[in-house]
């Protein structure tokens, strides 16, 4: 029988960063059962006494941490020894052992990968992206640093906006035929970074039809019918490979996942300019 453990995420910061390792690290185990409690912007001692008092409640609490402040680091850690209670830092031997490569010594500021430079960008990528939604301002289009393209229920908004938050002026259009494609694109096709997204038919009716019931809409004859979605998803397939637009298929993806499919690309396309 599984044990299902009590996971305690502390941060000084956001808690980004430690809920992105705690994601990867979970998916190493099948047959993890937990309980996940995040504690963001974690800075004093008594904050982390309180939260040591409620995982100490718990049968099998575990903790995991990034903080950079070796002092409350340093509380964290001998606290949860005398609580008997696991505890493991994913950022602190990292820290130390880059120094000493470095030869230089840390900064040890919190929140320090969120300088006011990268802040804004974030936020002018979310302003361009929410502006380029579904095929909407094509006339700048060449101002994207990411164009989607993919037929309806392809998953190009929520990863156009996944892609914003980390900064990627990204615009998405959905594609219905040859002839809903810009002009800017089919002109210069290599000119900006442009992706096409693909789904299984089976996999893009079901999503179909549950977008149509939660609308309360009747299912419409072309857009939840099979044959039609074939011809659709087999179309598209054979516009991006006339165009040479590298694809990815989204069927059994996350979010993540297609991001950061995207955003290798993404990198590739840069190092070959």
């Known amino acids: ?148 393209l993919g037929v309806s229920r392809t998953s190009k908004t929520p990863t156009s906006i996944y892609l914003a938050n980390k900064g990627f002026k990204t615009s998405n259009i959905p594609l219905i035929n040859e002839n809903s494609i810009p002009d800017f694109l089919k002109k210069k096709p290599k000119l900006k970074c442009v992706i096409g997204l693909t789904v299984e038919p089976g996999r893009l009716i079901d999503v179909r039809k549950n977008r149509m019931t939660a609308l309360k809409e009747e299912h419409g004859t072309d857009y939840t019918n099979i044959e039609k979605i074939e011809t659709e998803t087999r179309k598209a397939k054979e516009t991006f490979k006339k165009y040479q637009w590298p694809v990815i298929d989204v069927t059994r993806k996350s979010v993540e996942e297609i991001a950061a499919s995207i955003i290798k690309i993404y990198e590739i396309k840069n190092q070959n300019v």
């Open 1 to 148: 029988m599984n044990i299902k453990h009590d996971i305690y995420l502390i941060s000084d910061s956001t808690g980004e960063t430690i809920d992105r390792i705690f994601l990867a690290l979970k998916a190493q185990f099948l047959n993890f059962k937990y309980s996940n409690h995040q504690f963001s912007f974690t800075r004093t001692e008594n904050q982390i006494q309180k939260i040591l008092e409620m995982a100490n409640k718990q049968k099998k609490p575990i903790i995991l941490y990034t903080i950079v402040d070796d002092k409350l680091a340093k509380y964290l850690e001998e606290k949860s020894k005398k609580y008997n209670i696991p505890c493991f830092s994913v950022l602190g031997d990292l820290i130390l052992n880059f120094s000493k490569l470095l030869k230089q010594r840390a900064s040890h500021i919190q929140s320090g990968q969120h300088t006011l430079e990268e802040h804004d960008k974030r936020i002018e990528a979310i302003q361009f992206t929410m502006n380029h939604d579904d095929g909407n301002m094509v006339q700048d289009l060449e101002k994207s640093d990411i164009i989607l």
